[in-house]
Structures are given as structure tokens and as C-alpha cells.
């Protein structure tokens, strides 16, 4: 069985500790339970994770992708199997060192083919579609180095081999890569709303929680003095800065 990280548990951990929560005896493997209520909570595990996936860019799930276009290709490309959703801004055309247009709208799409604009075409740009990822121009020059991030659908570690990821738990010791704290409170609220019980201070505790979660999950930027590549330019070489001395005391 492979080690928890240090904020998460084991999916049997969460079960049994969400079921002492509310009032039902845990057991020694809620994976192997025929307990009604223990499959229930199994199931709302599941939906727990499933939601948490989109809920938050989490960092344990951000993935990179690559694609290296040929001569041959189509301009479509399949997305990876873990996909669930890219990550915006993040798509690059490495080997010319510029930024990926898209996504696409079906009507810049439909705009770009209509005006037949390969040849004047300067960056790659891409739209999802059909399950897919596309590039514009179809076909693509050979050895475009596309790369982009998204967000994996796999949130847990499979409990037998820890290079594993899937989408589901299946098993007693297989580990959510949420906070395990979260996920408690997650199935708690999920559990008492199918009971049809009074889920409001549960539901508090959880969006208190989740907020100081993702307030913590990333590194924030420090505030810089000069440019920044996302933010305001409080100084600027060309609009508020002189040609010369810049930093020197000036006595008066």
C-alpha cells in the first residue's frame, strides 16, 4: 500500500471518519461492506471527487501536454485520456516562442477557413472539437512543438502502485489527492442531503473550509516594482520611467 500524502487519506480513512460524523459505526474495510449505508458512502466518495475535479484548478491535478505536428497530420489531435478540462492561456508554440491562439469559437473557425488565411497566418491557433483537439492551419506546418496544461479527471492514486491515477475508487486503500478534510466534509454534506436531513452547518463548515483551501492550494505572486507579465506595469521603460538614472538620488 503506498503512503498518503500528508494532507490526504485513504478512501477507507474518509468513509470511516465521515460515518462516525454522522452517527454510523465504522469498520475495518467499508470497501468490502455490504452495509447499505457503507455502499452509499462509497458511491458518494465518487460523486464527491467527480465534482471537485471542476470545482478548482487543484495543483496535484494540473497536467502539460505536448503535440509535435508532421508534414502528414490532419491538424487533429486526440486529447489525453485523462483529460477534463485545459487550463486558459496556457498554450504555446514553442518552437517559434509564441503564445497559442484559442480556443477558437466555431465562428472564428468557420472566419479562418472561409478566408482561406494559411498563408498569412502567423501563430497556430486551436479549437476543442469532437472530442478533440484541432490546430489551424489544417493541415499544420511540420514540427510545431504545441504544448499546453489542463486539468487531469484522475483524482485519485491507485492504493497498489503509486504511478497510477484513475477516476474512481476502488478500493480500501486507494488515496483521493484532495485534502482529506475536504473530502469528509464533502460526503458528509452529499450524505445528509440524500437523508433529507438538515445539511447547514455542514454545508458552512465545507465552504469555509474549501475557501481556505484554495486560498493556499498555489503560490501567490510577489508584487514587484517592475513590469509583471500579468499584472499592472507600475514601472515602465517607456511610459514612466526617464532614459537615464533611473534608481540615482537626486539631491535637491
Same mark, same amino acid.
Given at each position: ?12 480513512? !474518509? !468513509? ?22 457503507? !455502499? ?8 464527491? *471527487? ?51 491562439? /484559442? ?10 477557413? *472561409? ?27 511540420? /514540427? ?78 510577489? !508584487? ?6 500579468? /499584472? ?21
Amino acid at each position: 500500500m503506498t503512503t498518503p500524502l500528508p494532507t490526504t487519506g485513504t478512501a477507507g480513512t !474518509i !468513509i470511516n471518519r465521515t460515518a462516525a460524523e454522522v452517527g454510523i459505526e465504522p469498520v475495518t474495510d467499508p470497501y468490502s461492506s455490504q452495509d447499505p449505508q457503507f !455502499i452509499q458512502l462509497r458511491y458518494l466518495l465518487d460523486s464527491v *471527487g467527480e465534482e471537485m475535479v471542476t470545482n478548482f484548478q487543484w495543483e496535484a491535478l494540473q497536467q502539460r501536454h505536448q503535440v509535435i505536428t508532421q508534414a502528414t497530420d490532419t491538424g487533429k489531435y486526440p486529447l489525453p485520456e485523462d483529460f477534463a478540462y485545459m487550463m486558459n492561456q496556457t498554450g504555446w508554440e514553442e518552437s517559434e516562442n509564441v503564445p497559442l491562439f /484559442g480556443p477558437l469559437s466555431p465562428q472564428d473557425w468557420s472566419y479562418l477557413r *472561409g478566408r482561406d488565411l494559411v498563408s498569412y497566418t502567423i501563430y497556430a491557433s486551436f479549437r476543442l472539437a469532437q472530442g478533440e483537439f484541432w490546430l489551424f492551419p489544417q493541415p499544420p506546418p511540420d /514540427g510545431l512543438d504545441v504544448n499546453f496544461e489542463y486539468i487531469s479527471k484522475n483524482w485519485v492514486r491507485d492504493a497498489d502502485d503509486a504511478n497510477l491515477r484513475k477516476d474512481s475508487v476502488t478500493k480500501n486503500g486507494d488515496i483521493p489527492l484532495f485534502h482529506r478534510g475536504l473530502m469528509i466534509r464533502a460526503v458528509k454534506v452529499m450524505y445528509l442531503e440524500a437523508k433529507q436531513l438538515d445539511s447547514t452547518k455542514a454545508r458552512d463548515s465545507l465552504n469555509q473550509f474549501f475557501v481556505f483551501l484554495t486560498g493556499q492550494n498555489q503560490g501567490a505572486e510577489v !508584487i514587484s516594482a517592475g513590469r509583471n507579465r500579468r /499584472g499592472f506595469p507600475y514601472l515602465d521603460t517607456y511610459a514612466n520611467t526617464p532614459d537615464t538614472n533611473y534608481g540615482a538620488f537626486n539631491a535637491r
